[in-house]
């Protein structure tokens, strides 16, 4: 059974702290995102990557960096959090070509206090 | 304007009721097209793609409106268990794919 897995389900950080949201997909998927998902706005693109130490900012990258070091592996970071990125994080993966959707992980639910 | 619009709803339909949804899309140049759904408090996944001749699924029905930039879908003899939000996506054209999603559609099929 393919996977997108997200390293924590809910997590609670302080203002100003630096946040780690891990992602690992077991599909040797090319392309990996990530997107946050808050009432009424739907999900929003932060950033996204199509090939290993390659990145390229989504609609909503300010206060966010991401890494990708190895193929499996998606980080998203935030740098000094703050209470506006209290949200639902979720990862994705897809082969590229767009006749292929997306496989999302289970989502990372953060509270910033 | 949004680059993808949906009506969130909600939708509340009686076991066995067809019930439609659609979305519309900005982008002209748009390339591909999709319906995911989400149940609450879980990860979207893939319901189904839409393609340009229309595409059914058993009870799903998927269609496009390329000149009026719109697609659909349509669920006949509704389940309780088809209770969740319906997100249209689509795919914009660019160097790399990356998909744009609507709000959702929330809906709930009761007993």
């Known amino acids: 059974d393919v996977k997108v897995t997200q390293s924590s389900r809910y997590l609670v950080k302080r203002t100003g702290e630096k946040v780690f949201l891990e992602c690992v997909q077991d599909?040797?998927?090319?392309?990996m995102f990530w997107y946050r998902q808050d009432p009424g706005l739907g999900l929003r693109l932060i950033y996204f990557?199509?090939?290993?130490?390659?990145?390229e900012k989504g609609d909503i990258p300010e206060g966010y960096s991401v890494s990708r070091e190895k193929k499996e592996r998606f980080s998203l970071i935030l740098e000094s959090a703050s209470t506006n990125q209290t949200s639902m994080y979720l990862c994705?993966?897809?082969?590229?070509?767009?006749?292929?959707?997306?496989?999302f992980g289970s989502g990372t639910r953060l509270t910033v206090v | 304007r949004k680059e993808v619009e949906q009506d969130p709803g909600p939708f509340n339909v009686p076991e066995g009721a067809t019930v439609a949804f659609n979305c519309t899309y900005s982008?002209?140049?748009?390339?591909?097209f999709f319906w995911y759904r989400q149940d609450c408090r879980k990860e979207p996944k893939l319901l189904m793609s839409?393609?340009?001749s229309g595409n059914e699924d058993g009870r799903f029905t998927a269609q496009l409106n390329r000149a009026s930039q719109y697609i659909s879908l349509l669920i006949r003899d509704s389940k309780l268990s088809d209770s969740a939000t319906y997100l249209c996506?689509?795919?914009?054209?660019?160097?790399?794919?990356?998909?744009?999603f609507g709000s959702g559609t929330q809906l709930t099929v009761l007993p």
């Open positions: 839409v393609y340009s």
């Open positions: 990557s199509y090939d290993v130490k390659m990145k």
């Open positions: 982008n002209s140049a748009s390339q591909s």
């Open positions: 599909m040797d998927h090319e392309n």
């Open positions: 994705a993966s897809s082969f590229p070509g767009p006749q292929y959707g997306y496989t």
């Open positions: 996506v689509v795919i914009s054209s660019g160097s790399a794919r990356q998909l744009t």
